[in-house]
């Protein structure tokens, strides 16, 4: 599968995004795994940001974005996307997307996640 992931950009604080991931290239339907957003700013580590099911009935947030950011999904589409409102300098980092294995449980956990796309780069401006 190829996750192809789009929508970064500057931005001020205060200010939308809204991020898309694509996925093609993949013998299993879209609507069979759940997906997630994760970021990765300068010297850190890569975090969970989203990530909801292959339903797209289950949806989970990390504390720092629960509220301001939506995680979508259109499963005719094959695509996932991160609506981003109310954007703090702290959110600056690279955004990627990623899917799980068929059949797992919804995680908010990196190690869970096997295909990845290849981000698309967020900053924010104060």
């Known amino acids: 599968v190829q996750l192809q992931a789009s929508g970064g950009g500057l931005v001020q604080v205060g200010g939308s995004l809204r991020l898309s991931c694509v996925a093609s290239g993949d013998t299993l339907p879209f609507n069979t795994y759940n997906m997630g957003w994760f970021r990765q700013a300068p010297g850190k580590e890569r975090e969970f940001v989203a990530a909801?099911?292959?339903?797209?009935?289950?949806?989970s947030y990390s504390g720092s974005v629960e509220g301001r950011f939506t995680i979508s999904r259109d499963n005719a589409e094959s695509t996932v996307y991160l609506q981003m409102d109310s954007l703090k300098p702290e959110d600056t980092a690279i955004y990627y997307c990623?899917?799980?294995?068929?059949?797992?449980?919804?995680?908010?956990?990196?190690?869970?996640?096997?295909?990845w796309g290849r981000g698309t780069r967020v900053t924010v401006s104060s």
């Open positions: 909801i099911s292959w339903t797209g009935a289950g949806t």
């Open positions: 990623a899917r799980q294995p068929v059949g797992d449980p919804l995680s908010t956990a990196p190690a869970d996640f096997r295909a």
